[in-house]
């Protein structure tokens, strides 16, 4: 019986032993275990992969924090658009921002004087330039700072559509590689107007196949160059900070606007109307494609240059008619585009 008893009371240690043993293995509660198999998820899903497991852990805690900041935020439901943990939910706030965001606003050069749209009446109260067919599917800049080559091109792809009837992908490595004279600097950042006016001095661009893009910076290919796909007459500035004059501006055709997208909040954008947070330090090349109104909000259609699987597939509705005069996010500060 002595005997019986001691080998239970052995057997429960070593049951002991071992639960306390996988328990220190894992450390995790089963939250934490949750959080570190989304993870493991995640990465599957957008194919990421780290070099050591201390990168492994450092990205696991930043994700954590993403995944919870998104989770409460859309638990919350106070604001009538939804977060997502999409391919930046691995990156801090500060990162993002510098390996994307680099629209040169502080270096803009002063306002143009005329605008072509000004005397404009009687504008749809809808419009989507995708549904008539200005505007190529959604690129990817990655981690290149070279939104404003993205902006520029959509609204150049946009203006030769519709003068031409024909919708080409246009380059822009062109931009990236060449627009290297002035005060563009590829992934280092640049401008919008900047980047019409290389196209104008070059006398066109070439098309996304023909030079295609690489995401980072590279030498100009003066053959590519060479070959013109399309052209540009000029470019004019919408009237700044007077969202009345963008729409009447993108009434008309696709335009580049410059915003402030700094925000945690447009980092995990997801779904619905954006309504900020956002200041009007603009450092982020955009298009803005069109315009409507959706339960009683009315909104931008953005299209931006992060993938389809950043937010409403790679666009953003951005609330429109705000009360600050720059328009939410600084939208309506350095709105342009080219003229055919
Ligand atoms: C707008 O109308 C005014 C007044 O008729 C005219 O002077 C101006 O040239 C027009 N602007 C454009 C861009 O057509």
Same mark, same amino acid.
């Given at each position: ?21 996988? @328990? ?39 994700? +954590? ?11 919350? &439901?106070? +604001?009538?658009?939804? @977060? ?17 965001n680099r629209f040169k606003g502080h270096m803009c050069s ?15 109260? %809808?419009?989507?330039?995708?549904? *008539? ?8 800049q990655?981690?290149c700072g070279c939104c404003w080559a993205f902006s520029a091109v959509?609204a150049v ?9 024909? @919708?080409?992908?246009?380059s822009e490595q062109e931009l990236v590689d060449c627009d290297t004279s002035g005060e563009d600097q590829g992934c280092n950042g640049g401008l919008m107007d900047d980047a019409f006016e290389f196209i104008i001095q070059n006398? &066109?661009l ?5 030079y295609?893009y690489?995401?980072a910076d590279g030498s100009c290919?003066?053959?590519?160059e060479?070959?013109? %796909? ?5 470019y ?10 963008? @729409? *009447? ?7 580049s606007?410059a915003?402030?997208? &700094? ?19 603009l450092d982020h090349g ?11 909000? +009315? ?6 240059s ?28 350095q709105?342009s585009?080219p003229?055919?």
């Amino acid at each position: 019986m002595a005997a019986l008893n001691s080998k239970l009371i052995l057997l429960a240690s070593i049951f002991t032993l071992g639960a306390l043993a996988s @328990l220190a293995m894992a450390r995790h509660t089963p939250q934490e275990a949750a959080t570190r198999l989304r993870h493991e998820q995640w990465m599957a899903r957008y194919g990421r992969v780290y070099t050591s497991p201390n990168e492994k852990e450092t990205r696991y805690q930043i994700f +954590k924090d993403n995944v919870a900041l998104i989770d409460s935020f859309n638990a919350e &439901g106070a +604001k009538p658009y939804r @977060l997502g943990v999409n391919q930046f939910a691995d990156l801090t706030n500060e990162e993002f921002r510098t390996a994307r965001n680099r629209f040169k606003g502080h270096m803009c050069s002063p306002q143009k004087g005329t605008f072509k749209y000004e005397n404009v009446t009687g504008v749809p109260s %809808a419009m989507d330039w995708r549904t *008539k067919g200005a505007v190529t599917p959604v690129k990817d800049q990655g981690q290149c700072g070279c939104c404003w080559a993205f902006s520029a091109v959509a609204a150049v792809e946009g203006i030769n559509q519709l003068s031409t009837g024909k @919708l080409v992908s246009l380059s822009e490595q062109e931009l990236v590689d060449c627009d290297t004279s002035g005060e563009d600097q590829g992934c280092n950042g640049g401008l919008m107007d900047d980047a019409f006016e290389f196209i104008i001095q070059n006398k &066109g661009l070439t098309t996304e196949s023909n030079y295609p893009y690489t995401a980072a910076d590279g030498s100009c290919s003066a053959g590519k160059e060479g070959n013109h %796909a399309a052209d540009i007459k000029g470019y004019e500035d919408v009237p700044a900070n007077s969202e009345s004059a963008l @729409l *009447k501006a993108v009434a008309n055709q696709p335009i580049s606007v410059a915003i402030d997208a &700094g925000d945690s909040s447009f980092q995990f954008y997801k779904s619905g109307v954006f309504t900020g947070e956002c200041g009007t330090e603009l450092d982020h090349g955009v298009t803005a494609v069109g315009y409507g109104e959706s339960g009683g909000m +009315k909104y931008w259609l953005v299209k931006n240059s992060w993938g389809a699987q950043w937010g409403e597939e790679g666009y953003i509705r951005m609330q429109r008619d705000v009360s600050a005069e720059e328009g939410l996010c600084g939208i309506a500060m350095q709105a342009s585009y080219p003229t055919a």
